[in-house]
T-cell receptor, first 118, second 115 residues
Framework: GAVVSQHPSWVICKSGTSVKIECRSL??????MFWYRQFPKQSLMLMAT?????????EQGVEKDKFLINHASLTLSTLTVTSAHPEDSSFYIC??????????????FGPGTRLTVT | AQKVTQAQTEISVVEKEDVTLDCVYE???????LFWYKQPPSGELVFLIR??????QNEISGRYSWNFQKSTSSFNFTITASQVVDSAVYFC????????????FGKGTMLLVSP
């Protein structure tokens, strides 16, 4: 099956610093990648959708200047949390869609990255 | 707009009991897909099942079974003879078929199975 990896799996950073999270599709080309945020005991909330080679589309209420998304290749998307604050502490999950499968409904999820901002 | 409702926030059962997790959805699409995912304490989402809107046949996979009723917009999930390892949060989700469709998740149901 299709595999999506995320790195790092967990990260602790100081308030005011930036942190980058990588999402890779290991055995398929991901034309579209999605970034979700999940607070404790809550559901997954879509933050943004990124298509390879174009700007990400952010959901309402998500600050695009704070959460920088880059999808420069068909196997890699990055989420950079800039000037992180404690309220950005969350579980970030990426997913990827295989552009060649014809199954536009299918998303493959990464294992998630737990971010703690101190 | 799409919406998925999982009315049960938390369910506690004793091992070997059967348990049903409810999922009700809303969509204007005529073709759509429904999913169930399991999220254990580790956090990684585990795919359980996908069902398209034209296939109303119930499905059974081991101790798991799913009941899809289009007439009531429900896609319920039953675990038979629950085990402690079934303890997790379970999410129901919905998406359309267009390339612009996104996945809408319910709020999840936390299942606690005690020995």
């Amino acid at each position: 099956g299709a595999v999506v990896s995320q790195h790092p799996s967990w990260v602790i950073c100081k308030s005011g610093t930036s942190v980058k999270i990588e999402c890779r599709s290991l055995d398929f080309q991901a034309t579209t990648m999605f970034w979700y945020r999940q607070f404790p005991k809550q559901s997954l909330m879509l933050m943004a959708t990124s298509n390879e080679g174009s700007k990400a589309t952010y959901e309402q209420g998500v600050e695009k200047d704070k959460f920088l998304i880059n999808h420069a290749s068909l196997t890699l998307s990055t989420l950079t949390v800039t000037s992180a604050h404690p309220e950005d502490s969350s579980f970030y999950i990426c997913s990827a869609r295989d552009g060649h499968s014809g199954a536009s409904y299918e998303q493959y999820f990464g294992p998630g990255t737990r971010l703690t901002v101190t | 707009a799409q919406k998925v409702t999982q009315a049960q926030t938390e369910i506690s059962v004793v091992e070997k009991e059967d348990v049903t997790l409810d999922c009700v959805y809303e969509t204007r699409d005529t073709t759509y897909y429904l999913f169930w995912y399991k999220q254990p304490p580790s956090g990684e989402l585990v795919f359980l099942i996908r069902r398209n809107s034209f296939d109303e046949q119930n499905e059974i996979s081991g101790r798991y079974s799913w009941n899809f009723q289009k007439s009531t917009s429900s896609f319920n999930f039953t675990i038979t003879a629950s085990q402690v390892v079934d303890s997790a949060v379970y999410f129901c989700a919905l998406t359309g078929i267009s390339g612009y469709s996104t996945l809408t998740f319910g709020k999840g149901t936390m299942l606690l199975v005690s020995p």
